[in-house]
């Protein structure tokens, strides 16, 4: 599908000529395979953090494939059991967040468990069979990577106490969060690993996992802003939706404005997936846009395409149209920054990248 594009919205004084044209070309497109659109956080497919393997699910399977789209079952996961989150903890295991059910009675129960991607082996690291939200409760939320690209998971302790919520909008049930590491014995210090928050009132944070340490890194640019946003290698951009904010300035490009060739019946458009590009050298972002519809009283109507954005040559480019692959979803980088793996119809594939 062709995009149109008209105009780019700036905040802040910023104008920049726009450019239509890729500054990169595709060499190859690897169809890698039938997948599944899940987990349901996160993102469906996650690179090794050496770049060689490729995880993703399929017909109760997680599934590995080597950069040239050879795939094999791993581990087989109970028949109606959709897995939460998964990262890889190292190159050879995955952490996936999902139910499983309990021997004496099937009933269902939360876990993190770790896959050995070589021998299929499991293990699970964390488990939690109670709904009560009493005070001293604990439950667990992960896999996440830390910014430096470490894995962990977060023990949450209800402690009978309220907050007030960031945004000014009421108080929410206080807990605690104790980080974990998946392999204590290899753990980086958890002072120098950190994630980021946005604080609807301050701004976006840099928080070390010990919790008392933070830095402001940007401003927060928009009352309705969500609560998730990605950080550019350096921390010198961070993007939250269509819209991406140099730290040094405060200054805004909005995504979100740009007209686009829209089937019939298409209502909005919005963006999501968003990261940047790995390379520190490569002023980039990843994204999915998807429109909404109404046919005829609903959002039945979805249309999805991937592409990417320069920030610094302002190159908008949609890869649906380079590959020539439509319904095109949940994009992810490689580390090399080079290469992407997305979802289609059902399937998975990898694309290969280089600079013209």
């Known amino acids: 599908m062709r995009v149109l594009i008209i105009t780019l919205l700036l905040l802040a004084g910023l104008f920049h000529g726009l450019s239509f044209g890729a500054g990169y070309k595709i060499t190859k497109v690897i169809e890698v395979g039938p997948a599944a659109s899940v987990p349901y956080v996160g993102g469906p497919m996650k690179w090794s953090p050496d770049g060689t393997k490729l995880a993703y699910f399929a017909h109760n399977y997680l599934m590995i494939s080597d950069t040239l789209g050879n795939s094999r079952e791993v581990w087989k996961i109970d028949i109606g059991i959709t897995p939460r989150r998964s990262e890889w903890v190292s190159n050879d295991k995955v952490a996936i967040n999902l139910p499983k059910r309990r021997a004496s009675d099937s009933a269902l129960y939360k876990t993190i468990t770790v896959v050995d991607v070589n021998t299929g082996q499991e293990t699970t690291v964390a488990e939690w069979?109670?709904?009560?939200?009493?005070?001293?409760?604990?439950?667990?939320?992960?896999?996440?990577?830390?910014?430096?690209?470490?894995?962990?998971?977060?023990?949450?302790?209800?402690?009978?106490?309220?907050?007030?919520?960031?945004?000014?909008?009421?108080?929410?049930?206080?807990?605690?969060d104790e980080p974990h590491w998946f392999s204590p014995d290899k753990a980086p210090a958890m002072e120098n690993n950190h994630f980021i928050r946005w604080y609807l009132k301050e701004g976006l944070y840099e928080i070390a996992l010990t919790g008392n340490d933070s830095t402001r890194i940007a401003p927060t640019p928009f009352r309705h802003i969500g609560p998730f946003a990605a950080v550019s290698p350096d921390r010198s951009y961070v993007m939250n939706g269509g819209t991406i904010i140099r730290t040094a300035d405060s200054t805004c490009i909005v995504l979100d404005t740009i007209p686009v060739e829209?089937?019939?019946?298409?209502?909005?458009?919005?963006?999501?997936?968003?990261?940047?590009?790995?390379?520190?050298?490569?002023?980039?972002?990843?994204?999915?846009?998807?429109?909404?519809?109404?046919?005829?009283?609903?959002?039945?109507?979805?249309?999805?395409?991937?592409?990417?954005f320069d920030y610094m040559t302002y190159e908008f480019t949609i890869l649906d149209t380079l590959i020539g692959i439509e319904s095109c979803s949940a994009s992810v980088y490689a580390p090399d920054g080079k290469k992407i793996a997305f979802l289609a119809n059902y399937k998975a594939y990898i694309v290969y990248r280089e600079e013209k």
């Open 129 to 176: 069979q109670t709904v009560s939200n009493a005070a001293g409760n604990t439950y667990f939320e992960g896999p996440f990577l830390s910014l430096e690209g470490n894995a962990y998971y977060l023990f949450k302790t209800m402690t009978g106490r309220s907050k007030e919520i960031p945004s000014g909008r009421g108080t929410a049930a206080e807990t605690i």
């Open 262 to 308: 829209r089937p019939e019946g298409v209502v909005g458009c919005g963006f999501g997936y968003v990261s940047f590009n790995p390379n520190p050298k490569s002023p980039e972002v990843l994204f999915e846009l998807t429109c909404d519809g109404n046919y005829p009283s609903g959002a039945e109507f979805v249309v999805d395409r991937i592409g990417t």
